[in-house]
């Protein structure tokens, strides 16, 4: 079956552009996290959908980082004025509530 | 061991060798731990959970060992294969009013000789 997917596999940005990356989680999957995860390092959480309500949004590292998402299929995690600390891959996982979680392959980020 | 600076910590084994990968964890609320397997390039992938009730559970050539008495969780691979070569990560859940967000530990990279 289909797993997530997340795209662009990599982009390349300069710095001071907005970026959005997309994830497309598991059909049924209520759950969504946002990761971000530097080189040799492990992951750093970034924002949690879970159905209706509200996003729990307590590791975006500033505020221009946002992320939505639409009921619960798509989600979009938006940079804006990207910086070359940003530089990363972004992982998106889903999961049903209080279960394993499902990752992409994520997006490589490089902010030049 | 604890990783320094961007260093991972890493476990080198020669093929059939039996691996034990580490982690200690930090919150004693936490009720749920599990463990990936990152792959160069790829994603995390699930391993094997356990749950706070249990202390040990077996899958397939792996085992994890729960001791919340000094918060330490183990992965115990069998026969490791040159294929198990990755970076295993534990993850501790701690659920709060329904929220499930993980926290992960840094890391550990097993390098498989053949």
Known sequence: GAGVSQSPSNKVTEKGKDVELRCDPISGHTALYWYRQRLGQGLEFLIYFQGNSAPDKSGLPSDRFSAERTGESVSTLTIQRTQQEDSAVYLCASSLVGLEQFFGPGTRLTVL | ?114
């Not at chain 2, 391993?47 to 330490?72: A, C, E, F, P």
């Open chain 2, 1 to 114: 061991g604890e990783s320094v600076g961007l260093h991972l910590p890493t476990l080198s084994v020669q093929e059939g060798d039996n691996s034990i990968i580490n982690c200690a964890y930090s919150n004693s609320a936490s009720d749920y731990f599990i463990w990936y397997k990152q792959e160069s390039g790829k994603g995390p992938q699930f391993i094997i959970d356990i749950r706070s009730n249990m202390d040990k559970r077996q899958g397939q050539r792996v085992t994890v060992l729960l001791n919340k008495t000094v918060k330490h969780l183990s992965l115990q691979i069998a026969a490791t294969q040159p294929g198990d070569s990755a970076v295993y990560f534990c993850a501790e859940n701690r659920g709060a009013g329904g929220s499930y967000i993980p926290t992960f530990g840094r890391g550990t990279s097993l390098i498989v000789h053949p």
